[in-house]
C-alpha cells in the first residue's frame, strides 16, 4: 500500500518537474510548482521511510531509490539552469544601467 502511494506520488513530482522545465524563471506559476514539488517530496520522504520500517522487499526498495536519485539529478539541473538564469538577467541589467550613465553623461 505504501508502495503505491510512492509510485503515484512520484508520478505527480515528475509532472511537476516536467511542468518547471517548460516554464520560465520569472514565470508566477513557477513559485506555485516549486512549491508544490516541495510538499510532494517531503510527503514521499515520510512515505520512503514508513516504507523502510515495514518493508523487507529488495526490489521495491530499489525502485524507490533509483527513483531518488532521479529526482535528485533532475532537480539538481533544474536548478543550475535557473541559477544562470538569475546571473545572466544580473549580468543584462548592469550592462543596461552602464549604458544608461554613459547615455545620461553625454
Known sequence: ????KIIVLDDKINSLLNKLEK???EDAESDELVLFLLT???ERQFLVEELLLHKDDQHELTVIYELSGSFSLRTKKLLRHRQDLIQLRKSNKRKIDAYKNISSDR
Do not use: G
Request: aromatic residues 10%.
Open 23 to 25: 516554464n520560465s524563471a
Open 40 to 42: 510532494s517530496v517531503k
Open 1 to 4: 500500500m505504501i508502495y503505491k
